[in-house]
């Protein structure tokens, strides 16, 4: 079993900034790919950004520029920088992980969810 724990969601006024991560433990034997996802109020949840075991990283349009993603691969641990937040950002943030277990099973993980508040 993997457990993805989130932490650094909160109230920021608009223009300001806010780093989220997210560590994974547990049976895990690998991580692929890690990601982080939002889910405003009312709307559909979207893939915010992603970053693959090598480094390679991807974004949706409306973060490039402002969002920054990482990992750390020794602490299974990925990280969402956001800088120059925008009240539409505002949304719940949840982290996702597609691990392999010792057990040689590979599924995705999920985090909790942390909120992210901003104030125009």
């Known amino acids: 079993q993997v457990q993805l724990v989130e932490s650094g969601g909160g109230l920021v006024q608009a223009g300001g900034s806010l780093r989220l991560s997210c560590a994974a433990s547990g049976s895990i034997f690998s991580i692929n790919i890690m990601a982080w996802y939002r889910q405003p109020p009312g709307k559909a949840r979207e893939l915010v950004a992603l970053?693959?075991?090598?480094?390679?990283?991807n974004y949706v349009d409306s973060v490039k520029g402002r969002f920054t993603i990482s990992r750390d691969n020794a602490k299974n641990t990925v990280y969402l920088q956001m800088n120059s937040l925008k009240p539409e950002d505002t949304a719940v943030y949840s982290c996702?992980?597609?691990?392999?277990?010792?057990?040689?099973?590979?599924?995705?993980?999920w985090g909790q969810g942390t909120q992210v508040t901003v104030s125009s």
């Open positions: 996702k992980a597609r691990a392999r277990t010792h057990a040689g099973l590979e599924f995705d993980y």
């Open positions: 970053i693959t075991s090598g480094g390679n990283t």
